[in-house]
């Protein structure tokens, strides 16, 4: 009977190619967990064509730079919200940019001020990691 170190390698004799699953599991404690499955391949031999090219810094693909940003955004606020155990999550804007965070925390403590007095508001803080 053949082990499965047999069969990885006749795959990868007869094509220099493999098609692998990573699995990542991610506990956030009280049985929250989640789970991902992600394809990657692997090549016995690379050839030039198949090595990244690196471009000059200011020459990469900004349009998909971004994406990856934004996807890499949404998974964090994601794991907080699962880490923190929030049933909700809340996004406040105001027309003005507001970088002075002495500004903003008077802004957020009258929004507080003035949702409670209609609801039993709770929030928390957490830094972002």
């Not at 990868?12 to 699995?23: D, K, P």
């Not at 349009?63 to 999550?89: G, Q, T």
Request: charged residues 35%; proline residues 2%.
């Amino acid at each position: 009977m053949a082990t499965f170190k047999d069969l990885q390698d006749e795959i990868l004799n007869e094509s220099g190619h493999q098609s692998w699953h990573r699995v990542t599991v991610r506990d956030f404690g009280d049985k929250n967990i989640e789970v991902s499955v992600m394809p990657y391949e692997t090549w016995s031999e690379m050839s030039e064509e198949d090595l990244p090219h690196k471009s000059k810094r200011g020459e990469g693909d900004r349009e998909r730079s971004a994406e990856v940003a934004a996807k890499r955004a949404k998974r964090k606020v994601r794991h907080l919200c699962k880490m923190l155990k929030a049933r909700y999550m809340l996004t406040l804007t105001t027309r003005q940019i507001i970088s002075d965070t002495e500004v903003f925390q008077r802004y957020f403590q009258e929004f507080v001020r003035r949702i409670r007095l209609v609801s039993n508001f709770q929030y928390g803080l957490h830094p972002l990691y």
